[in-house]
């Protein structure tokens, strides 16, 4: 993180490279999102957590004190990951850094797109991009470094040590 603890685009494409997976289909979802719901029950974090293989929603989580407007934060991120391949908190913060309008550069709409943190990509080492973590529930910042704790926590027990 650079000196004045603010987050850049590029940092999160690092992190994102950073927490490739070796592979992933629908048993490693469901551990995936277990371990998010095990933080946030731990916490009593009120959250929504899911976990999606392409347009499958493979894990779907809602904790005490979430609201169900967390499930439209979350369709709305699913639809910017998928698009972009990228976090959510990468796409804003990229287009704050370019001082663009990320909603007419990709020419979609505000009501289904959410560039707010809590939607991170899944990728693979030898598949790519498969899918997405979403979270919703807590400030965007804090959305976004859950799911980063997440998939570091499903890394470590795959003995993939970052």
Not at 13 to 35: M, R, S, W, Y
């Amino acid at each position: 993180m650079n000196p004045d603890n603010k987050l850049t685009a590029t940092e999160l494409l690092l992190e994102e490279q950073q927490l490739t997976l070796p592979n992933f289909g629908i048993k490693e979802a469901l551990v995936l999102g277990d371990i998010g719901k095990s933080l946030a029950l731990n916490r009593d974090l009120p959250i929504v957590i899911e976990v999606r293989i392409g347009d499958r929603i493979v894990y779907h989580c809602s904790l005490p004190g979430s609201k169900q407007e967390n499930d439209w934060w979350i369709s709305r991120k699913a639809r910017v990951v998928k698009l972009k391949e990228h976090s959510t908190l990468f796409e804003r913060l990229s287009a704050e850094e370019r001082s663009v309008n990320w909603f007419i550069e990709n020419g979609v709409s505000e009501v289904d797109f959410a560039i707010h943190g809590g939607g991170l990509p899944l990728i693979t080492k030898k598949d790519g991009f498969i899918g997405s973590l979403l979270i919703s529930g807590l400030p965007q910042l804090d959305d976004h470094l859950l799911g980063v704790e997440v998939i570091t926590e499903f890394l470590a027990r795959k003995g993939e040590l970052l």
